[in-house]
């Protein structure tokens, strides 16, 4: 039985669309054909689970600039990258950039059938985890931009005396807003804190969060 979902294919070729929509159609998958990446980026709905084809060489936007664009943009779905041109460097960077699978043209229906399903039970584990980092990412629009600032520096490692000195606070100001912060996160303690926001910020799905760890500088201790 294939896996309920619905499979994207971006492909500028015509014949390659109508192929693959009549060979996944034909099992019974629901699939979209698009022929460039901007017609893709237009349409894509990320509410039922999915997986997308992707051909690589494609006038004006091609299927790896197609894969950065998703990821600054917070689309994670599995890609399967579909080409006649398998050259090493392209297979590189496709995967780099998350690509879960790359096969050649022409491959056999069964390989692409067992890649798409395999894509699909990965996006279900992937929405479940995207499920349960949501929760931390709501936790975080609710603290103020102070608290944010003094987030940052907690999981830097900064103490909260060198928080005070930072942003010339005095001590008890800096320890009301760890407390609110721990509460508004709702974190056992600093480490389940530094934890949340290890996975959120280092996830596909929050890109707005990924600041929270990038240029950090480390305490200085005497």
């Known amino acids: 039985m294939p896996e309920e979902g619905c499979v994207y294919v971006v492909d500028d070729d015509p014949a390659v669309g109508d192929s693959l929509r009549f ?3 034909s099992v019974g998958l629901r699939t979209e054909v698009f022929s460039s990446a901007p017609e893709f980026l237009q349409r894509y709905n990320p509410g039922c689970p999915s ?16 894969q950065e664009e998703m990821k600054q943009r917070g689309i994670a ?19 780099k950039n ?14 692409l059938l067992d890649a798409v399903n395999k894509a699909l039970r990965t996006d279900r584990q992937w929405r479940q985890e995207r499920q349960a980092l949501s ?5 975080l629009e609710r603290l103020t931009e102070r608290e944010r600032d003094v987030l940052r520096l907690i999981v830097a ?25 721990l509460r508004k ?27 929270l760890l990038e240029n950090l500088e480390a305490p200085s201790h005497p």
């Open 23 to 25: 060979m996944l159609g």
């Open 51 to 66: 997986c997308l084809v992707l051909d690589v060489r494609m006038p004006g936007m091609s299927g790896l600039e197609l």
């Open 77 to 95: 779905i599995p890609v399967i990258i579909l080409t006649a041109h398998g050259e090493v460097s392209a297979a590189a960077r496709a995967f």
């Open 98 to 111: 998350g690509a879960l699978d790359f096969l050649e043209k022409p491959c056999s229906d069964q390989q």
């Open 135 to 139: 929760q931390i990412a709501a936790c």
């Open 157 to 181: 490692g900064f103490s909260s005396r060198e928080i005070s000195q930072r942003f010339g606070l005095q001590s008890k100001t800096v320890e009301s807003h760890r407390m609110n912060i």
């Open 185 to 211: 996160m709702q974190a056992r303690n600093v480490a389940d804190l530094v934890r949340q926001i290890t996975q959120v910020a280092q996830s596909p799905w929050f890109p707005q969060w990924r600041f």
